[in-house]
């Protein structure tokens, strides 16, 4: 028999080892960019200079700014509300069905956000395309005005909700889904034998159960929305008139475009105190787990 | 037994009736909704430049005939190839970088624990939540320091760091599940670490080493922020912004090539999910709803 | 083929004392069951046998060689675990010579190994299955044949029945014990259940707390229990415990159970309990020694009458557990099929003093 000393045996020295090039990824490419953004921050445009917090004085001034932190709420919050919806609606009703019919339904409506945003973003740029919408070619045979989608204020931010929406909408679909098949069936047959109709069904046994879910994915998608890029880029590039941007976009536009370097960077640090209070209250949710690994 | 006519069978099952036709109905609506515009994007792709830029038929079908040109003209006259070739080059590398190095930490995190493990393991969910959009002027910047600006492997650089937390977060699932006596039968039978790792944990963990698979490869196939920002080159660019940005140009009735391109960019990953979506579901509910 | 020696083992997890040192000696070719209520500490000395757990203190010899710091593949060791353990991905044949081929043992080698593993058994025809092709007692023997093929100087069993029904576990009790016979492998065994450990043991080893409380073949542990605890842990309805006094009378020593009826002691027993006439005892008396008064058995002769109240009846086929009340005691005897008291009738039992344990209550030794 080999005889180890005691040492060797001890699992912690291959367990390091194992972390190493995550903990690398994370210090390097994630908490370094950070902290380095941190200091962009602190600097004039030509990064020559430390200006203190001009940066942020200065897009505390500025309009524009104001109206991008507007604009990227509203667009956070409804575009959420409405993804939540038809996700439960659509999980629902998936669930109603025979069983053998669900991974038909399910696969098609996944299709969405299946294909990349950006590629299926120019799909809606073509159906909203001014003079060849296809969509207003079908609201004037139905006798309805065209709509300008992308160049009037209140049609652009509607649209680039529409997309957003479509593009969510199957992400709350998968997680509703299975959240539903993981309510015991016993459960809605003893509410059955006890008289509960359907609606009473949904809200005394189907929502409280899912609950919890219903909130770890609305808060992940308010910080993927509130974070998107893809969809505004691709079908306004912030217009009319910056009354489409979001925090991303507009930093892009800042800070590549415009070659602002600093001021982009305090722009895509703004959506930081909102992510990390939204990360907050997830990890509170998830924290049972880390947890157990600790 | 006999019959007894109770009053509320017939209610009970009419009740269900309705349901289900409501449900159906539901779903009619959702499906048109979520597939109109894939279906009118291959519409497009398919007619005539002529019918196209025609505004009085029917935009929703194929009126003057079905023509493949704009994919002919896409494979064989555009820098599409080269877009799609650079994608093929940046996803695999990114996903064989991405697995190596979470299945080896969530290995870890699972199973070892060492000082220090639970807060790394809450520091890759952490991570999870960061979004592209907070770091991409820093990572400009690093980018830029690494000399690595506008070519395709500044990508590899920086997309291990969507990829690597989530699929770590779901491989620290998928391996905390497998019971431990698993790996006492193991140790018993005489694995080491690394046939442990191997033989037994890869798998038996196999569904969720496929649904992270696939995860990463959907993002590094379909990140349009990064190659936007740090990419300027034709020759250097992947499909998403390739199509974006560079098909556009040219004549006006763009749009059968743009919605050609973009279906033909689509194509890898929906194929992938036609096959294994049932792995990636559960892999991503998994890691989602086990906290 | 080795003795496995257990020298005052102490296991601590945090602050928790799960083993408080445990002295145990098992020689070659024996098969010995621990067996305890749950958290009694026998799981924990399986897995530091195994090699599973480190031993915070004492030593563990197996064939004379101290292994505390050799890693489990090298101990010469087998288990059985409680769940079985297999791998899912790998058919019967794969997980039964996993530990082989990762030994690098030739090809041949372990497909005879496996063949005569699976003779034994009778598996051989599932050799190509995968484990969620088969059933629990299928498993079960897959899981011995996995052990099996290793040739081990030591079998480590922990719960390997726990999670089959109650027929299955009968058959499998009966296998295991044929598999014993024919390989005469050492094996340590361990079930919270005593049917398997009355059955199966050529020792019990009845463990509480973290230590031994006894160890014996089953006969001694049923009918001559060291302690209060293991009086009470073997044997299903458990023992009775009442209290009683012991008196002197008309030259004969006597048992007064407490609102229960007087019982002359053996003669035997008599003398052990002299220094105690006078004092308080606790008097353990199984069900199957109260029968009931009509009963045929000449073994009746001995036993005390005494009137009782039935309180609950459960009829079992083969014998009738009736549930009556002594006092603020409740009592359990075992009666025959013939005479059925019935609840609330008013019986006489019959109580035999000629297998009374007399217990010290400060000491919960048996005397």
Known sequence: MRVLPPLLRRKPAVAVLMCVPLFALILGLVAYPFFHALFLATLNKAETAFVGLDNFTFLFGRQTFWMVVRQSLLFALVAVVFKALIGLAAAHAINTIPTKGQRKWRGMMLIPWVIPPALSTLGWWWLFEPTYSAINWGLTKFAMPAVPWLSDTFWARFSIILVNVWVGAPFFLIMYLAALKSIPGELYEAAEMDGAGPWQKFFYITLPMIRNIIAITTLFSIIVTLANFDIVRVLTQGGPLNTTHLFATYAFRVGIESGDIPLGASVSLFMFPMLAILAFIILRNVRRRAASLA | MTAIPFKTAPSLRSNRRWALIAAYACLGIFVVFFL???????????????????????????????????????????SFPRFFLNTTIVTVIVVAITMVISVLAAYSLARLRFWGSGVLATGVFLTYLVPDTLLFIPLFKIVGWLGLLDTYWSLVLVYPTLTVPFCTWIMIGYFGSIPRELDEAALIDGANHLQMLLKVFIPVALPGLIAATIFAFTVAWANFLYPLAYIYSESEMVLTVGTVTTLIKGDVFHWGGLMAGALLAAAPPVILYAFLMDYYIAGLTSGATKG | ????????????????????????????????????????????????????EDVTGGDIRIADERVNDVPPKDRNIAMVFQNYALYPHMTVAQNMSFGLRLRKVAKSEIRDKVQRAADILGIAELLDRRPRELSGGQRQRVAMGRAIVRDPEVFLFDEPLSNLDAKLRGQMRIEIQR???????????????????????????????????????????????????????????????????????????????????ALPLPAEQAARVRNHIGRKLVAGLRPENIREAASHDGANSSGVPHDVSIDIVEPLGRETIVYFRLGDATLCARVGTEVHPRAGEQTSLVFHPDRLHLIDPETDLVL
């Open chain 2, 36 to 78: 109109f515009p894939p279906y009118y994007m291959l519409v497009t792709s398919l007619k005539t430049n002529a019918e196209i830029a025609e505004l009085a038929s029917n935009p929703w079908i194929v009126t003057d005939g079905v023509t493949f040109g704009h994919y002919e003209h896409l494979l064989t006259e555009s």
């Open chain 3, 1 to 52: 083929m080795a003795d496995v020696t257990l020298q005052n083992l102490v296991k601590t997890f945090d602050t928790v004392e799960a083993v408080r040192g445990i002295d145990l000696s098992i020689p070659n070719n024996e098969f010995v069951v621990l067996v305890g209520p749950s958290g009694c500490g026998k799981s924990t000395v399986l897995r530091m046998i195994a090699g599973l």
């Open chain 3, 179 to 261: 598999l014993h016979q024919q390989l005469r492998t050492t094996t340590i065994y361990v079930t919270h259940d005593q049917v398997e450990a009355m059955t199966l043991a050529d020792r019990v080893v009845v463990m509480n707390a973290g230590r031994i409380e006894q160890a014996g073949t089953p006969d001694e542990v049923y009918h001559r229990p060291r302690t209060r605890f293991v009086a009470g842990f073997m044997g299903s309805p458990a023992m009775n415990f009442l209290d009683c006094q012991i008196t002197e009378a008309n030259g004969s020593t006597v048992a007064r159970l407490a609102a229960g009826p």
